[in-house]
């Protein structure tokens, strides 16, 4: 039986979405975060030596990484996935499958970097301080948000809607892998990017996302999607 060793507020929760739509049968193994510091708790390391979640395993075998674990369950399981995803792995030398590829790595290359960064600086300047040095920090995290991590966040958002404008996913016209990858960082990059009516064609990806009945099916087993500052 496969299993996912699933971290709360994760990435691993993509994963769900994946194996709910395919339907492959599976347990998930629930962690949480420390209370404190957000971090995943020690026991992961337990499963694989960075400690990090997604990792699924099945019999002997332990796969960790996000866009790893998505080509594990298509090569392994794709053949017996529903018709709407018989474009999961888009054919090689596709159109489809160049921007399968690109988004795949777009999701942790680029996009993640900016929106891990947004969420430490927003949480840094909450956390409690020596008064004479709150300031300081404040001012600080203000100016890097201000002038780095906003524009970049920005500039994502403005480059992934303008590509919905024209496309229902994310390599075209059906569903693939890129959109399992790309899914947890949608959600994370609306919820900190600020306004969504600024990004029409994202907040309809979304809704469309949302609305598949293995997505919900996935929650249900995973929890909420994105951790809060």
Same mark, same amino acid.
């Given at each position: ?88 792995e888009p054919a090689r030398g ?26 430490v600086f927003d949480t840094i ?14 001012? &600080?995290? %203000?100016?890097? /948000? ?7 966040? $920005?500039? #994502? +958002? ?43 064609? &994202?907040? %309809?990806?979304? /809704?469309?996302?949302r609305a598949r009945p293995a997505? $919900?099916? #996935? +929650? ?10």
């Amino acid at each position: 039986m496969l299993t996912v060793h699933h971290l709360e507020t994760s990435r691993s929760q993509r994963i769900l979405w994946l194996l709910e739509e395919l339907g492959v049968p599976y347990d998930i193994r629930r962690y949480s975060r420390d209370p404190v510091t957000k971090l995943a708790p020690p026991e992961l390391k337990r499963v694989h030596p960075l400690g990090k979640s997604p990792v699924i395993t099945e019999g002997d075998m332990v796969v960790a990484e996000s866009g790893a674990i998505i080509e594990y369950l298509a090569e392994r399981y794709g053949a017996q996935a529903p018709a709407d995803l018989a474009h999961l792995e888009p054919a090689r030398g596709t159109a489809e499958h160049r921007q399968c590829r690109f988004w795949m790595h777009y999701a942790e290359g680029s996009l993640m970097n900016w929106l891990v960064m947004k969420l430490v600086f927003d949480t840094i300047a909450r956390q409690p301080m020596p008064f004479f040095v709150r300031p300081i920090a404040r001012t &600080l995290c %203000a100016k890097v /948000q201000q002038r780095l991590i906003g524009p970049n966040v $920005q500039t #994502a +958002l403005a480059f992934m809607d303008a590509h919905l404008a024209q496309h229902d996913w994310f390599a075209g016209g059906h569903l693939t892998m890129a959109d399992f990858q790309m899914s947890f960082a949608v959600e994370a990059a609306l919820a900190r990017g600020g306004d969504e009516t600024a990004w029409p064609h &994202l907040v %309809a990806y979304r /809704q469309r996302m949302r609305a598949r009945p293995a997505y $919900q099916r #996935a +929650l249900e087993q995973g929890g909420p999607v994105v951790m809060q500052a």
